[in-house]
């Protein structure tokens, strides 16, 4: 089945490290993008990419890189820089030149404090 | 003016009753508007989406309707089912945002409640 798999599940972050969330998908779309989802506040773009080696920053970039090194994956790091990262983490697909394909999402990374 | 705002923020719904959900812009460069439906601990999934050009649009018991001098978009979810609890999100996409031709606006959700 094509689809975009997210994992883990569920992270932990201790202070001062670096944690990096998967993002895969099988679906040969262009475009990744990563989302940060919080309570009353709908999803937030951070990063985009639509080709390998290419990404942009979204919306709230700041304590976040990711890489785009094959088509299939996206990584995203939160920083120790994210002051706040306890949030819902959505990675989303999309092919990029037909503009009637919708985003597919990912089941989530939940990220938490320690 | 990229805003996407949406109300209400959570709804109570008999079973059979009819959902409304409604989402208004500002910004008359979005050119598609989808809407989302997630499930707790899922990742949204798109529901149904409209463009500009049309003024409704129906799938089965979901139904968008479009009113774009005003602005405003909304979902209508017909004969509610317990299933259908949820939380929706409207969305725009902003067209060649950076050279992307597919940046979704999101508005901030609306947590539905079907009671049986």
């Known amino acids: 089945d094509g689809g975009i798999t997210q994992s883990p599940k569920y992270l932990f972050r201790k202070e001062g490290q670096n944690v990096t969330l998967s993002c895969e998908q099988n679906?040969?779309?262009?475009?990744m993008y990563w989302y940060r989802q919080d309570p009353g506040q709908g999803l937030r773009l951070i990063y985009y990419s639509q080709i390998v080696n290419d990404f942009q920053k979204g919306d709230i970039a700041e304590g976040y890189s990711v890489s785009r090194e094959k088509k299939e994956s996206f990584p995203l790091t939160v920083t120790s820089a994210q002051k706040n990262p306890t949030a819902f983490y959505l990675c989303?697909?999309?092919?990029?030149?037909?503009?009637?394909?919708?985003?597919?999402f990912g089941d989530g990374t939940r990220l938490s404090i320690l | 003016q990229q805003q996407v705002k949406q109300s209400p923020q959570s709804l109570i719904v008999q079973k059979g009753g009819i959902s409304i959900i409604n989402c208004a812009y500002e910004?008359?460069?979005?050119?598609?508007f989808p809407w989302y439906q997630q499930f707790p601990g899922k990742g949204p999934a798109l529901l149904i989406a409209?463009?500009?050009?049309?003024s409704e649009k129906k799938e089965g018991r979901f139904t968008i309707s479009f009113n774009k001098s005003a602005k405003q978009f909304s979902l209508h979810i017909m004969d509610s089912q317990p299933g259908d609890s949820a939380t929706y999100f409207c969305?725009?996409?902003?067209?060649?945002?950076?050279?992307?031709?597919?940046?979704?606006?999101f508005g901030t959700g609306t947590l539905l409640a079907v009671q049986p």
């Open positions: 409209i463009r500009p050009d049309v």
């Open positions: 679906l040969n779309h262009d475009a």
């Open positions: 989303a697909s999309s092919m990029v030149i037909n503009s009637n394909q919708p985003q597919h």
């Open positions: 910004n008359t460069a979005f050119d598609y």
């Open positions: 969305a725009a996409r902003l067209l060649n945002y950076g050279g992307a031709t597919n940046k979704l606006i």
